[in-house]
Every structure is written in structure tokens, then in C-alpha cells.
């Protein structure tokens, strides 16, 4: 196979090679060429000792040495190199396979020379025309047992590449599902994210639930797996609605959150009228608590959380007759920064629902929102023409006073009842004074 490989994999492998070592790239990047994907990163593979290696790179950082790994600089570039299992024995080739063999996927159990021939002792090449995700010599219990957070990775892997789990795995990851919670939440958390960002978001949240893992990992969300909504404003249950949600929106991580978290709180909140027909008022300030105890309990940052859980608490805040004052409330409620993306995720959500779907409403409310932003408005607090300095040279005490002023004469600005103008907002803080 003809592959031109970048300029500082080709320096590093011919560095081990003129030393008398031998060494190959592994992984991912070998699947990624041969499914003619730009690889994210090389890995490689040596015959030397981490303290080998570390002799013929000038830049070197010991970061794995305990695993047998060692990062070495190129320039800004950073190549993993590990050594190969068992690398005291001499037989390069069957140390090579062995290795091959501990790995976790045989679509990552591939390795390849400096000059593109494979070695895919395991099938990995034949696996990826069948697109499967299979574990070498369908060894899948034992290799989850080695390392959980490989059930994880499967379903990522599927989700990222559009491959289906082989049937050997099922079993293995419903026996070993439990082996789950003993993954840190940071390594769960990242591997989420990749299936939630990846192109097939919605067959790996089905995954997650078929294997058992969702239970373990987000509990909440089997509550809507199946549950019927009795609506006729939704065709789907609640699962499956939340994951039309996900496939409707941009793949950005905070939407793809909201989509599949906005409606949490709906089983906790379903009542049924005399007609029959399912109720679920206040569910989003329901979906809103479950957010933030889900991504709080998945250590996600403090802006995501913020973020989604803005989103997931205010989906409900529709303006069916949209006008200035309306949006200019909506905007100082969720914050400009998030405002556009929450007519994005009504949308998704009105589209995701039942057969019938009319978005003009929320079109109109956008366009509100952009004829403000046109017109130079304040969009932000800090935008106005006045500050908390202002308003203490006339009088205001730096207190909670202060700050309400503040947020009044805002909402004056974006109300049209009073310009953004100093002379003018001082004026209006003057009058506000006594009142507050």
C-alpha cells in the first residue's frame, strides 16, 4: 500500500531504523489510512527500551514511562513511541503480533512499515470492509476486564466510524457492565463527548442504552426509554424524541447536551387529563435539575454546564407572538452568548416532535434579535454607556442597589424607553434611586 507519511513520523521511524531498532505505526492511524481518513495523531511501535529511545531524541518527555511509553518532540510535534510487549525476547515479529493482540479492536490492532505494509494478523482489515467492531480473537470479556472503558470505546467507535458492534461483544459488555463504574467520570466523560460529537450521535446513545451501559452512566435517561407521551404534539417517547432532538441540531457539544437532556425531567412530570390526553407542565425546570446533577456528577467544566443547563431550563420559553420587548426579556434572561443557540435547539425540538411543524414564530423571534444586534444595542450588561462608577457619582452606595440600577436601566435600553446614552441613563438612575 502506497502511503506518504508526514515528515516527522518518516524522521522518527528512520531514527529507530538506523539505530537497528525496528518500529512501525499502530493504532488508529493505521485504520484511518486505510479508510482513507486524515489520522489524528501517530502512534509507535519500537523493538527498544523507553531508555533507548529516550537516547536518540534530543526532545524527550518520560510521561508514560511506567507503561512503556515515551513522548518524544519533533519540532512543536509530539510522537507517542511505545515499546513492544516482550521486547527482551529477540523475535520481533511474534513480539509485534502479541502486542497486536492485547490491543482493544481489531480495526486498531493493524501496524504498518515506513514504507505502507501491513500487519494485520487479526483480521482488522477484513473488519473494517464488514464495518465491525470486534475484539482479536473475539477475546471481549477478557479485554474489557482489562480496561472498562473499552465497552465505552466500542460504542464510540461505532458512532464515530458508522460500524456496528459485533455480536461477540454484546454478551461480553452486559456481563462486564458493572466494570464501568470503576472508570474515573473524566475518561467516561471524554469518551462521550466523542459520541456525542461524532456523525452518528443517535445510534451510539441507542447503543449505550442496548448494552446496558446508559444505565450505569446516565440512569436518568432510561426513564425515557419507552416512555409514551400521549400527545398529539409528539409521535415519538420520550427517548426517541430526544434523539431526533440530537440529530437536528449542530454538532457542537453544549447542543448536542441539551438535545439529549432537555426532556429529562419529562416522566417525573407526566400527568394525564379526562381525555386522555399527557401533561407534562414544568418539566423543564424538572430537565433543568437532573442537567446539572448529570454533568456535575460527569465533571464536565463549569461553562458547559452553565451553558446547557440554560439551554435545557429556558427550551420551554417560546414567544408564539414575538416582538422587541419579548425578545429583549428572553435575551436578558438566557444571555446573548446563548440566545441564538436556544432558537436553534426550539427548532430541533418542534421538528423533532410531531408531523405538523411551525417554526415562523421562532424565525420571526430571530429576526428581532438581529435587527437589535444592527442596531447596536446593548447586548450585554457591560455594553451599557454607564457603569457602576457612574451611578456611584450620583448618589448609589456599593451595595445590591447598585447592581438592580443597573439591570433596570438595561432592560430601559433594550425596551426603547430610554437611549444608551450617559447623559440620558444617568438621568433614569437619578429617578430609580428612591424607588429601589
Not at 512501525?24 to 523507553?50: H, K
Not at 514511562?65 to 509530539?78: F, L, P, Q, Y
Request: proline share 4%.
Amino acid at each position: 500500500m502506497q502511503v506518504k507519511l508526514p515528515d516527522h513520523i518518516e524522521y522518527v521511524l528512520n531514527q529507530l531504523k538506523i539505530h537497528g531498532f525496528q518500529a512501525v505505526i499502530v493504532g488508529g492511524a493505521v485504520r484511518d489510512l486505510l479508510m482513507n481518513r486524515i489520522p489524528r495523531d501517530f502512534d509507535v511501535l519500537c523493538s527498544a527500551r523507553p531508555a533507548e529511545v529516550e537516547k536518540l531524541f534530543a526532545r524527550t518527555l518520560p510521561i508514560g514511562h511506567k507503561h512503556g511509553t515515551t513522548v518524544v518532540m519533533v519540532g512543536d510535534r509530539r510522537v507517542e513511541i511505545s515499546s513492544c510487549r516482550g521486547f527482551d525476547s529477540g523475535d520481533w515479529d511474534a513480539m509485534l503480533k502479541d502486542d497486536l493482540l492485547h490491543r482493544d479492536f481489531t480495526v486498531n490492532a493493524m501496524a504498518m512499515d515506513e514504507e505502507g505494509n501491513l500487519i494485520d494478523p487479526y483480521g482488522g482489515r477484513q473488519d473494517i470492509a464488514r464495518k465491525l467492531i470486534r475484539v482479536p480473537e473475539n477475546r471481549a470479556e477478557e479485554r474489557f476486564r482489562d480496561d472498562p472503558l473499552r465497552m465505552l470505546r466500542a460504542v464510540r467507535l461505532a458512532a464515530v466510524l458508522d460500524f456496528e458492534l459485533d455480536a461477540s461483544l454484546l454478551p461480553a459488555i452486559e456481563k462486564c457492565s458493572a466494570l464501568i463504574e470503576s472508570v474515573s467520570a473524566e475518561r467516561i466523560r471524554e469518551e462521550l463527548i466523542y459520541i456525542l460529537t461524532s456523525s452518528h450521535p443517535a445510534a451510539g446513545l441507542r447503543l449505550m442504552v442496548e448494552t446496558g451501559l446508559m444505565q450505569r452512566i446516565i440512569p436518568e435517561v432510561m426513564a425515557m426509554v419507552g416512555f409514551e407521551q400521549y400527545n398529539p404534539a409528539h409521535v415519538n417517547d420520550v427517548f426517541n424524541h430526544s434523539l431526533a432532538v440530537v440529530e437536528n441540531v449542530p454538532n457542537k457539544l453544549e447542543m448536542r447536551l441539551a438535545a439529549l437532556l432537555h426532556d429529562i425531567g419529562k416522566p417525573a412530570t407526566f400527568t394525564m387529563d379526562s381525555c386522555g390526553i399527557g401533561h407534562f407542565y414544568h418539566h423543564q425546570q424538572e430537565s433543568q435539575r437532573q442537567t446539572l446533577e448529570i454533568l456535575k456528577r460527569l465533571k464536565f467544566s463549569r461553562a458547559v454546564i452553565d451553558k446547557v443547563s440554560i439551554l435545557v431550563g429556558n427550551h420551554m420559553y417560546w414567544l408564539k407572538k414575538p416582538d422587541r420587548e419579548g425578545v429583549a426579556r428572553l435575551l436578558m434572561q438566557v444571555g446573548e452568548d446563548n440566545l441564538p443557540d436556544l432558537f436553534t435547539l426550539q427548532k430541533a425540538d418542534i421538528t423533532g416532535s410531531a408531523s405538523f411543524h411551525d417554526i415562523s414564530f421562532i424565525d420571526q423571534a430571530e429576526r428581532i434579535y438581529q435587527e437589535m444586534v444592527a442596531s447596536g444595542l446593548p447586548l450585554k450588561l457591560r455594553d451599557l454607556a454607564v457603569n457602576g462608577y457612574d451611578l456611584m457619582e450620583i448618589g448609589y452606595q456599593a451595595d445590591a442597589k447598585l447592581g438592580q440600577a443597573l439591570q433596570v436601566l438595561w432592560e430601559m435600553v433594550l425596551t426603547n424607553l430610554v437611549e444608551n446614552n450617559q447623559a440620558r441613563l444617568l438621568a433614569a438612575a437619578r429617578e430609580l434611586l428612591p424607588t429601589l
